[in-house]
Every structure is written in C-alpha cells, then in structure tokens.
C-alpha cells in the first residue's frame, strides 16, 4: 500500500535525500513552511516509513578503499541451510558494505571495497571463495558512480 504524498511532501524527500542532515528550520524554509509544519511532515513520513534512516555515507576512496569491486555469487548449493549460512557468513566481511539477494543469473549481488586489486584478490580468495556456498563468482570494477535522485526526480 503506497502512502499519498503531496507536492510538499515530495519536494521535502527531496531535500532530505540530496542532505539528510537538515534541519527542520532549514527545509521550512526552502519549502515555505513552519518548522513545527516541516517537523510534523517528516515525523509523519518516519512514521509511515517511508523515510526509514538517515544514513552516512563516508567516502571509501578518502578513507583508503581505492577499488569498489560489484560480484555476482551463484550458490554451488542451494537450500534454506546454505543460503543462511552464506548470509550470516558473508555480513561479517567488513569489506562487503552491500548484501542483495537477487533474481536473475545469480543469487547474491555484492559491493566490495579494497584499498586496492592485490588487496580485493586476498579479499576474494580468503574470504569470500571461503564463504559456505560459495560458487561461481564474477567481478565488475566500479569505475565511476554517478549518484540519481530516485524515484521522485
């Protein structure tokens, strides 16, 4: 069931997704609103879920992970035990910052930084070729990433 929103309401999803840490204040005005208005929106929107976190986003490459790396696992095994052993397996790789359970060619899509390839090649021969289930593997090196607004444009 999808929530009605309105032109403010998108126009302040907006906002939060191009900077998350706004305040009240700040997006009232850009959208001519009160702040105790703009905070009763967001409050209702968390509410609601739609706005589920405000996250971080640190830069990799500024902390010293030069290579994002995107792999495709397929399972060499696949049933209820080795899908959650795979799981809870692969989420205690520090590299591994993204886990998505996929339909399609393969089973797991991961985002894997390293400093850089040498360090990515002992990440994937120690750690994730080791993962229970682990089978077939394709890598794609990230070159660029251009960050969209999503669906509300």
């Known amino acids: 069931m ?13 906002e939060l997704a191009r900077d998350a840490r706004q305040s009240a204040g700040a997006l009232g005005r850009k959208l001519g609103l009160s702040q105790p208005a703009t905070w009763r929106r967001i409050k209702r929107l968390q509410d609601e879920k739609v706005i589920s976190a405000r996250r971080l ?3 990799a490459e500024k902390l010293g992970f030069g290579v994002t790396v995107f792999l ?5 095994v696949k049933g209820r035990v080795s899908v959650e052993d ?7 790789i520090p590299e ?9 060619a393969y089973d797991y899509r991961l985002r ?16 994730i070729m ?5 089978g077939e593997v394709e890598a ?12 509300l444009g």
Not at 72 to 76: D, I, Q, R, S
Not at 130 to 134: K, S, V
């Open 2 to 14: 999808s929530l009605d929103l309105d032109d403010l309401d998108r126009a302040l999803l907006r």
């Open 57 to 59: 986003r640190l830069d």
């Open 72 to 76: 495709g696992v397929k399972l060499a």
């Open 86 to 92: 795979f799981e809870r397996a692969v989420t205690a």
């Open 96 to 104: 591994v910052q993204v886990v998505q359970h996929v339909l399609g």
């Open 112 to 127: 894997v930084v390293a400093r850089d390839i040498s360090d990515f090649e002992r990440v994937l021969r120690r750690r």
């Open 130 to 134: 080791t993962l229970p289930g682990a």
């Open 140 to 151: 794609n090196v990230l070159l660029s990433e251009e960050r969209l607004p999503g669906p």
